[in-house]
């Protein structure tokens, strides 16, 4: 098997931001390899079958990261759930955890002067992770009940545990006033191979948003999520010999949402420039952190040439990498 190795490994699996059906990058989503266990963040579209393309065995994954519940993050939660009996999820001992941010209860106010509109399912319009897993599960109820009276297939369950990440009461998290306040790294999940570290990012409206960090007898791996400059990526990323951080083109977003002035190109321009790191800023958080390697994903937009993303490496002296889909980057070159 492939996935097995004698060092850690980062594997990129789709390296493309935003909501958008791309051909030449699959949604967001990365594995973390140590030896034969593996972890993954985020499920954006096509990432099991990016892990599949990549010789990742899911039989030996043994938790999973969600930064942040937008689309592009999680689309591919379903086919994980839906697919990963047949993908040797059945051979795990125990429930692969799945951990992501929990409700943040209230619905956003409108951004700028766009006008309210109603919400989808006003019942429950703000679902945290575990309750997303659960969503998706009665979605495809007819399947699974079927597949499991017919098939003998496991329950769900068996194979699977969601969970909320819980932040303590000492961070004063606010969804409107404090998205990413000042905190130490919160500890989310450890076995004899890793620890996971979380902190919370800023990419307001969408909140909790979670930047997280793999520490492994080999060294360390931060991903950023989505998020705009923050303090706590920093913190989170001091020391680290990699961060894996998302960028936008700063300029696209001025060419292309900047030429009308509507309420939704001004929403749209405000909600690019905050919630995510313009190209010169990225290189400038790499350096603040001092880590040894950035590697650029989710870039939005994800089809433009490679040479501006090689402009974040104007304000960073260490190894810049641009992210490909199904690159493997060893943790320590
Ligand atoms: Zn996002």
């Not at 999973?64 to 697919?83: E, M, P, R």
């Not at 956003?108 to 109603?118: F, T, V, Y």
């Not at 998205?179 to 979380?198: F, G, I, N």
Request: with cysteine; aromatic share 6%; charged share 20%.
């Amino acid at each position: 098997m492939k996935q097995i190795t004698s060092g850690t490994e980062i594997v990129l699996l789709g390296t493309a931001g935003g909501p958008r059906l791309r051909t030449n990058r699959a949604g967001i989503a990365s594995a973390v390899v140590v030896g034969d266990a593996l972890y993954l963040v985020d499920f954006g579209y096509g990432a099991c079958r990016q892990s599949k393309l990549a010789g990742l065995d899911l039989g030996h994954l043994r938790a999973g990261f969600v930064t942040h519940l937008h689309s592009d993050h999680i689309a591919d939660l379903a086919n994980l759930l839906l697919f990963g009996w047949y993908e040797n999820l059945e051979n795990v001992t125990r429930p692969v955890r799945l951990y992501g941010p929990g409700s943040r209860g209230r619905v956003a106010a409108p951004s700028a002067d766009l006008r309210a509109q109603d919400v989808v399912c006003p019942d429950d319009p703000m679902p945290g992770f575990a309750a997303t897993i659960g969503h998706l599960t009665q979605a495809f109820a007819t399947d699974i009940n079927d597949r499991m009276r017919d098939n003998g297939r496991s329950h769900p369950g068996r194979l699977l545990a969601a969970y909320d990440i819980e932040l303590p009461a000492s961070v004063p998290f606010d969804p409107e006033t404090a998205a990413a306040p000042p905190m130490d790294p919160l500890t989310v999940y450890r076995d004899d191979r890793v620890e996971v570290t979380a902190v919370l990012v800023q990419h307001a409206p969408m909140s909790p948003a979670y930047a997280f960090r793999f520490d492994t007898a080999d060294g360390s791996v931060v991903f950023s999520g989505d998020t705009g400059v923050c303090d706590n990526v920093i913190t989170l990323a001091t020391g680290a010999d990699v961060l894996v951080h998302e960028v936008i083109d700063e300029q696209w977003v001025q060419r292309t949402h900047g030429a009308v002035d509507t309420p939704r190109a001004r929403a749209t321009i405000a909600h690019h420039t905050t919630a995510h790191t313009p190209i010169p800023d990225v290189g400038r958080v790499a350096q603040k952190a001092g880590v040894g390697t950035l590697v650029l994903n989710h870039l939005v937009p994800a089809q433009i040439d490679r040479p501006r993303w090689h402009e974040a490496g104007e304000h960073f002296t260490g190894r810049l990498i641009v992210g490909e889909d199904l690159e493997r980057i060893p943790l320590v070159p």
